[in-house]
Structure formats: structure tokens, C-alpha cells
């Protein structure tokens, strides 16, 4: 899904000619084989990317067409690097020490790429604002720890008070409702203006141990977004799901 409306996002960056710059804060290794050992190993996959791939027409195809040219499977650097223009720039921060080894050595010899290693929410007040005063600030944190949410919200509140115009996208986990709930009442009393949240679920999220589904938080959507998104979602609807309570949600959390 974060894909999916990530791909949707930059394509509209795109449409002027002006250049733009993205900052990918949790960034990974970028690109990921399905042949591996581990994703053999958990064959995860196959009931995600894999059910998706044979697909050529309707609100998937764009971002499934740039899958396909990858050769494996692109993380957001990956497919964000591979809709940059020329005049574009992209800067991706890693703060694992391997996996930013693997990320510099894929995209050495872009110079469009710049590679980090710094922590994530350091890396907002660093390298915000642009100097193209356009772009796009994706956040995908791996909720890990204690407190994600709430580092999240402060991020997204900081972005938008050092440079109003850039949009945001922030992924969230969807287990239980209450802490996803919590999170929306936050940004709405935040300030931050212009902020939708799309969201998927698998199956209904009374089971707070299990991944329900997921979100993302757009912070200034481009214009068309709101509709798009909801045929994207409505497509991984009908090719993901498959238990009670599986649907799909876009919310406006604060106006413009």
C-alpha cells in the first residue's frame, strides 16, 4: 500500500518541471531479493507482492510496472530513485551500519543520491528545508520500540512548521484500534493542516498482537489524491484480502 500511493505521490511531484527533493528517513538497504534464503524462509511475500504481480491494467499497474523493471523488489528507495528526473535529488537515511553500507553501494554511482547515516528524526531538523522548496518527507518507522507514535507526530509537526509547503507521507502499523486512534487525535490537535490518512485492513483489528493492516499519513496531498487513493486501496482490497472485515478507510484529519 505504501508503495503503491508513494509511486501515485511522485508522479504528481513530477507533473511540474520545477526539480524536488525527497527525503526517505527509514531508508533500509533499498532493494530486496524474493529468491533469497529469509524470504524464502518465511514466504511472506507470496501473500503480498506476490499475489499482485501479474497484474497490467487499473490503479496498480504504474507502480506495478516499475516492480517489474526493478528485477526484485524495490523498497522506497528504489522505486523513488527510478522516477527521478535530472534535475531531482533524493536523500536516504540509514542509521543500521549494514544495511547503510548496502544502501551506499547500491546507488554509488547516482549522483542524485545522497546516503546518511543519522538518525532518522535527527535527519528531519538536518535536512529540512529543501533548497528546491518542493518535495516529499516519507517517514516509515519500524515501530519497534515504545513511543513511535508519538515521535512520529513530532516529526510530521516539525517538518510542517520548517517548510509548510513539502508533502509528507508517514506509515503506521494498524493492530489495535485504540493506539491508531490515539495517533489521529494527536495530528488533529497538532496544528499541522491538510492531512488525510489512508488505511487498509486485512481483517478486522480486535487482535492487537497481530499486523491488522496499515496507514499512511499524507500531509498536503496533491491534487487528485484523495481520489486516486481510494481506487488504489479499493484494488488491494479485492487482491489482498480475504477475511471478515478486510476494507479499506481514507480520512481527513485536518483541513486545509
Same mark, same amino acid.
Given at each position: 500500500m505504501k508503495h503503491a500511493l508513494l509511486v501515485w505521490l511522485l508522479r504528481a511531484l513530477a507533473r511540474k518541471p520545477a526539480p524536488f527533493r525527497v527525503l526517505d528517513t527509514h531508508a533500509g538497504i533499498g532493494r530486496y531479493d524474493l529468491a533469497s534464503d529469509e524470504a524464502e524462509r518465511t514466504g511472506e511475500w507470496r501473500a503480498g507482492i506476490?499475489?499482485?504481480?501479474?497484474?497490467?491494467?487499473?490503479?496498480?499497474?504504474?507502480?506495478?510496472?516499475?516492480?517489474?523493471?526493478d528485477g526484485g523488489y524495490p523498497g522506497s528507495p528504489?522505486?523513488?530513485?527510478?522516477?527521478?528526473?535530472?534535475?531531482?535529488?533524493l536523500a536516504l537515511v540509514e542509521l543500521h551500519e549494514e544495511d547503510h553500507a548496502t544502501?551506499?553501494?547500491?546507488?554509488?554511482?547516482?549522483?542524485?543520491v545522497?546516503?546518511?547515516?543519522?538518525?532518522?528524526?535527527?535527519?528531519?531538523?538536518?535536512?529540512?528545508?529543501?533548497p528546491e522548496k518542493r518535495g516529499l518527507v516519507?517517514?516509515?518507522?519500524?515501530?519497534?520500540?515504545?513511543?513511535?507514535? *508519538?515521535?512520529?507526530?513530532? @516529526? %510530521?509537526? +516539525?517538518?510542517? #512548521?520548517?517548510?509548510?509547503?513539502?508533502?509528507?507521507? &508517514?506509515?503506521?502499523?494498524?493492530?489495535?484500534?485504540?493506539p491508531v486512534r490515539a495517533f489521529h487525535t494527536a495530528l488533529a490537535e497538532s496544528g499541522v493542516r491538510d492531512v488525510v490518512a489512508a488505511e487498509l485492513h486485512l481483517r478486522e483489528p480486535v487482535?492487537?498482537?497481530?499486523?491488522?493492516?496499515?496507514?499512511?499519513?499524507?500531509?498536503n496531498p496533491p491534487y487528485?489524491? *484523495?481520489?486516486?487513493?481510494? @481506487? %488504489?486501496? +479499493?484494488?488491494? #482490497?479485492?487482491?489482498?484480502?480475504?477475511?471478515?472485515? &478486510?476494507?479499506?478507510?481514507?480520512?481527513?484529519?485536518?483541513?486545509?
Open positions: 506476490g499475489r499482485l504481480l501479474d497484474i497490467t491494467e487499473g490503479p496498480l499497474a504504474d507502480y506495478l510496472d516499475l516492480v517489474r523493471a528504489a522505486l523513488t530513485a527510478a522516477l527521478l528526473r535530472p534535475q531531482d535529488r544502501l551506499r553501494a547500491l546507488f554509488r554511482r547516482d549522483s542524485r545522497a546516503v546518511h547515516r543519522r538518525d532518522a528524526f535527527e535527519a528531519v531538523r538536518a535536512l529540512t528545508p529543501f516519507l517517514m516509515d518507522p519500524p515501530f519497534e520500540q515504545p513511543g513511535e507514535y *508519538e515521535r512520529l507526530t513530532a @516529526a %510530521i509537526t +516539525e517538518v510542517s #512548521r520548517r517548510a509548510r509547503g513539502l508533502v509528507q507521507a &508517514a506509515w503506521y502499523p494498524i493492530k489495535g484500534r485504540a487482535d492487537a498482537a497481530r499486523l491488522n493492516g496499515c496507514g499512511l499519513i499524507v500531509v487528485g489524491f *484523495e481520489e486516486a487513493a481510494r @481506487a %488504489i486501496l +479499493e484494488a488491494l #482490497r479485492v487482491e489482498l484480502s480475504g477475511e471478515a472485515g &478486510a476494507g479499506w478507510a481514507l480520512t481527513r484529519i485536518a483541513d486545509e
